[in-house]
């Protein structure tokens, strides 16, 4: 899971042209992940995109570039998934297997 959400993040920041070693990528998304596990937060919503914004503009990424990179890779790993999730859970209250 961790590596495939590492590829996602170094995608998401070749979507806004961010051209970064692979290695100095995977380590700011990596750091950035385990400060916001800290955070006292759902999912570290608030903390995840705060760290990982500051650890790609800290390497030297462009502000805005690292902004709309970290919100594109939370809206497909974080915000998408919740509403197959949701569709799930109607259809099994449904049938009764839950």
Same mark, same amino acid.
């Given at each position: 899971? #961790?590596?495939?959400?590492?590829?996602?993040?170094?995608?998401?920041?070749? +979507?806004?042209? =961010?051209?970064? %070693?692979?290695? #100095? +990528?995977?380590? =700011?998304?990596? *750091? !950035?992940?385990? =400060?916001?596990?800290?955070? %006292?937060? %759902? !999912?570290? @919503?608030? $903390?995840?995109?705060?760290?990982? *914004? $500051?650890?790609? #503009? $800290?390497? /030297? *990424?462009?502000?805005?570039?690292?902004? $709309?990179? *970290?919100?594109?890779? &939370?809206?497909?790993?974080?915000?998408? %998934?919740?509403?197959? /999730?949701?569709?799930?859970? =109607?259809? @099994?209250? &449904?049938? !009764?297997?839950?």
């Amino acid at each position: 899971m #961790t590596i495939s959400y590492t590829f996602a993040m170094i995608a998401a920041l070749d +979507a806004f042209g =961010v051209d970064l %070693p692979i290695a #100095t +990528a995977a380590l =700011v998304y990596l *750091v !950035g992940s385990a =400060v916001a596990t800290a955070a %006292p937060t %759902p !999912g570290g @919503l608030g $903390a995840t995109e705060a760290a990982l *914004v $500051a650890g790609y #503009t $800290a390497v /030297g *990424v462009d502000g805005s570039a690292a902004f $709309a990179a *970290v919100m594109l890779f &939370r809206l497909i790993t974080f915000w998408l %998934p919740i509403l197959p /999730g949701w569709f799930a859970l =109607v259809n @099994l209250q &449904r049938t !009764g297997r839950l």
